[in-house]
């Protein structure tokens, strides 16, 4: 038996996580992005042997930082992307990573735009910052969510931040070079920053190929990606920044050292077991996720209403839209399907952009539960 095949709902409700702790028993819990299953045995034996050697002093490396050089052999290798040498700082998380960037790329009443619908805490993060959200919606086609680049300079005028997520949470597109390179050209016609958050990257499914947006754009863009999703580790707080731009790097260089914190011992070596020595349970991971993500487009299929669903071209994220079925107030679901997802108007907070009735669901579980998690969703459709 694989670590995938099964989970045990009684672990996960025991522990600190708020994806199952936080929920009354008889709810399933599908929302928050963390995966139902545990992590690669190289992080476990790495946390295992740091625990054991009783290891949790400040943290220190001779040279340099090892999450930093594996993540700069990770691009290289898994992406075909160089980094920029001696470019990158690490950060607790990306929510941290974009809260600095606005301080340092923007003033208050600046636009950044990004697409939306999105991750709520960006929205959430931009609106409590005093800048002026921009948003550029993602629309429904039925070959698949895209974007309008039509007049792109013209809507973003008076915006010096772009924040790009691709793959995109939370339709799941894995954007192409050729729907990339718009926005690098607006980019560059309006002197604007770039952070492209790239988190889901390594769980792009095939054929899809993630395209860093670096590669288009090396000089504005600011790279900020982590192990968390794709490994499972999202409550160790470890994440990077890639700087390119060279005005937002001499600011940070600039910046005392207290103000960017520094992340654990702990967080860092299981980042690097992850990135550089977990490439076959991510390899099982995958096949895992691609046939929840086969069963969760079967069954949107198969219902006599039309969900508006596209199979996500990366992670383990789907998004519906409950607007044609009788259960178009997504709110009622917890209660009457004893199943908690992501609640679509989050996805679009502090923007004129409609998702209050889409909801996101998390497949990252076992297939078993991940059928208990439909059946129950499909009765309380009927």
Known sequence: MTPFETVDHDRLRSGHGVKWGSLPRDVLGAWVADMDFGVPPAVRASVVELAEREDFGYPFWRGQDPVVRAFEERMVDRHGWSPIPDRTRVFTDLIQVLQVVIEHTTAPGDGIALHVPTYPPFLASIARSGRRIVPLPMRWTPSGWDFSTDALAD???????????????????????????????????????????????????????????????????????????????????????????????????????????????????????????????????????????????????????????????????????????????????????????????????????????????????????????????GGALT
């Open 155 to 377: 809507r973003l005028q008076g915006c010096k931040l772009l924040v790009l997520v691709n793959p995109h949470n939370p339709t799941g597109r894995v954007f192409t070079r050729a729907e990339l390179a718009p926005l690098a050209d607006v980019a560059e016609e309006l002197d604007l920053v770039v952070l492209a958050d790239e988190i889901h990257a390594d769980l792009a499914h095939s054929p899809h190929r993630h395209v860093p947006f670096a590669t288009l754009a090396p000089h504005r863009t600011i790279t900020a990606t982590s192990a968390t999703k794709a490994f499972n580790i999202a409550g160790l707080r470890c994440a990077v920044a890639h700087i390119g731009p060279d005005a937002t790097w001499d600011a940070l260089s600039r910046a005392p050292l207290d103000y960017f914190g520094t992340p654990s011992t702990v967080s860092r070596v299981a980042t690097v077991a992850a990135w550089r020595d977990s490439r076959p349970w991510l390899d099982e991971l995958s096949e895992v996720l691609r046939h929840n993500r086969s069963t969760v487009e079967r069954w949107a299929a198969d219902l006599p209403w039309d969900l508006r669903h596209h199979a996500p071209e990366a992670s383990y994220l789907s998004w519906f839209d409950f607007a044609d079925t009788p259960l178009r107030d997504v709110t009622r679901l917890e209660r009457e399907a004893r199943v908690k997802l992501s609640e679509g108007a989050e996805f679009a907070s502090f923007t004129d952009v409609d998702t209050s009735t889409f909801a996101r669901l998390n497949f990252a579980t076992s297939p078993s539960t991940l059928a208990e998690i439909l059946d129950r969703i």
